[in-house]
């Protein structure tokens, strides 16, 4: 990430970083989060809508991050995982909250609202979704 | 198809403090040059693999750059696909003497990684993955890597000890390597004892970072006895590519885009994975190369940790694994990597890979990944 970016490339995403908002595609059915700008399944034909997915998941997999990029270094060790939502999509976040034994594959977890990182000392502060065990 | 390989050449990998990306784009070029014994005029095109000169050194146009400083005139392309980029500079290359444009063509492959500080050169790096989606939660590559590895032990039972033989092999074979980055030997500890970088891997599981530049001098198969009277053809190309994310791909621990990579070359080479008689594969992380001898055929899924165990990928093995030490040992100067694969791969069907030559090598391979898989490309070469 960048320091100091300009307010659009933060501020477009607010919706479905904020709220967990995808994408479900009225013709195939399929559900998408991150959210989809074209139906990958359905492509032309495809019909894309919004679509507010439950917070609860369980890891697929996971790490410790030990050596951080720029904005993340205070944070250090933290976790990170691929999630799949009970609604279906994967997505990746940082589990927050968790003892030792919280990180295994299969433990369930739910999202809450944190604060991701600072882009830079006088950049935007960005947040998002983090998830904890449940 | 048939294209030959008539001349290569590649900087020493490593640390060039003293030298900038062109001089190293040069050097690289014009060994390939000498070795193929042409004249920097008979050069019709050059591709360039260079994932991110714009980042690395604040320089973008590199080909031009380089072509400038060589001297010519000619095309030149820059080609990116990440850590990718040089395989795929090779591709195009191929690609525009098959079309019957070019009879002589240089690919060349280079980075300069280390005009940064080592957080710059991470953050560069990770512009190879999703930047809104997986960098914006502080997911680094090690780690990208290491929940595949998380994700292979799980599904497959790998273990910790099996990568690190992935390392252990490699800085083995590097010690063999004049252009090698490291090599020194090391044992399974010192690999599982080294710092932790993303749980499970540690510092020993990575490749490195890198400075250092490869280049190949191919041309029209018919034109190739004119200039030696050892070339090596390439008879079999395949790409494919997948989601940028992780997380959005059908499998965790296959990476679809070297499967399918590999079918296309294998079927374009006519032939099967049992033909093979040594890869170079894309070992950034100790998993990767487990995980791309499953996909690339030379195992069934899951089996690729045994296949350290039994010492199968060795130099003398069945089907050895990076006989040049890989980007382990080698180093990964990204965008030069899928070049110097290819360098290797035509030494040793050459039979000039010194203390690490594979006896009776006929049929090399190369795999070039981008990113944490999303771009994938095969060649297959032939004596």
Redesign the interface.
């Known amino acids: 990430?960048g320091h100091e970016s300009s307010v659009p490339l933060f501020w477009r995403?607010i919706k479905p970083?904020y709220q967990l908002i995808g994408t479900k595609c009225k013709t195939c059915g399929n559900v998408f989060y991150?959210p989809k700008y074209l139906c990958p399944v359905c492509r032309k034909e495809g019909v894309l809508e919004d679509i507010k997915f439950k917070k609860t998941g369980k890891i697929?997999?996971?790490?410790?991050?030990?050596?951080?990029?720029?904005?993340?270094d205070k944070?250090t060790p933290?976790a990170?995982?691929?999630i799949e939502l009970d609604d279906g999509p994967?997505?990746?976040?940082?589990i927050v909250d968790w003892k030792e034994d919280d990180l295994k594959?299969g433990r369930r977890v739910e999202a809450c609202f944190r604060r991701?990182?600072t882009d830079g000392e006088e950049g935007i502060i960005?947040y998002?979704l983090?998830f904890r065990p449940v | 198809m048939k294209v030959a390989v008539i001349g290569v050449g590649s900087t020493k990998f490593g640390e060039h403090w003293e030298k900038n990306l062109r001089q190293l784009a040069i050097e690289a070029g014009t060994k390939a040059i000498l070795d193929a014994g042409i004249r920097g005029r008979d050069i019709d095109a050059m591709y360039l693999g260079n994932m991110s000169a714009g980042r690395f050194i604040g320089q973008e146009h590199v080909a031009a750059l380089v072509s400038g400083e060589l001297g010519l005139t000619i095309p030149a392309v820059r080609v990116e696909g990440a850590c990718a980029s040089g395989g795929l500079a090779l591709r195009q290359g191929v690609f525009s003497i098959l079309s019957g444009q070019h009879d002589i063509v240089l690919v060349g492959g280079a980075e300069k990684m280390t005009d940064v500080m080592t957080?710059g050169a991470?953050?560069c790096l990770?512009g190879a993955a999703d930047?809104?989606?997986?960098?914006?939660?502080?997911?680094?590559f090690?780690?990208l890597y290491?929940?595949?590895a998380?994700?292979h032990m799980?599904e497959f039972g790998t273990t910790r000890e099996q990568m690190a033989k992935v390392a252990v092999k490699n800085h083995h074979n590097g010690s063999m390597n004049p252009i090698a980055q490291f090599t020194n030997e090391i044992t399974v500890e010192d690999v599982l004892n080294s710092?932790?970088?993303?749980?499970?891997?540690t510092l020993y599981d990575c490749s490195p970072i890198t400075d250092g530049a490869a280049a190949l001098i191919i041309c029209k198969a018919e034109l190739a006895k004119k200039y030696t009277d050892n070339p090596v053809y390439i008879i079999g190309t395949g790409q494919a590519s997948d989601t940028l994310?992780?997380?959005?791909r059908k499998s965790?621990t296959t990476l679809d885009a070297s499967v399918k990579a590999a079918q296309k070359a294998y079927k374009e080479a006519g032939i099967t994975p049992k033909d093979i008689d040594l890869a170079e594969v894309h070992d950034c992380f100790t998993i990767a190369e487990i995980v791309a001898t499953e996909d690339l055929g030379f195992c069934k899924k899951g089996e690729g940790g045994k296949l350290l165990d039994e010492g199968v990928t060795n130099i003398d093995g069945k089907i050895p694994i990076n006989t040049s030490g890989g980007l382990k040992a080698v180093g990964h100067p990204v965008g030069a990597t899928g070049v110097k694969q290819a360098v290797e791969i035509v030494l040793q069907l050459r039979g000039q890979a010194g203390k690490r030559q594979v006896k009776d090598a006929k049929i090399g391979l190369t795999h070039n990944v981008g990113g944490s898989g999303a771009t994938a490309v095969v060649h297959i070469f032939s004596r």
Request: glycine fraction near 4%.
């Open positions: 990430m995403l970083r991150p697929l997999t996971f790490s410790i991050v030990r050596s951080a990029p720029t904005g993340f944070e933290y990170v995982a691929i994967k997505l990746t976040s940082q594959i991701i990182y960005n998002g983090k | 957080d991470t953050s990770m930047q809104e989606w997986e960098a914006y939660y502080g997911v680094t090690p780690s290491a929940m595949i998380r994700r799980f710092p932790m970088v993303a749980d499970p891997l994310a992780l997380h959005d965790l």
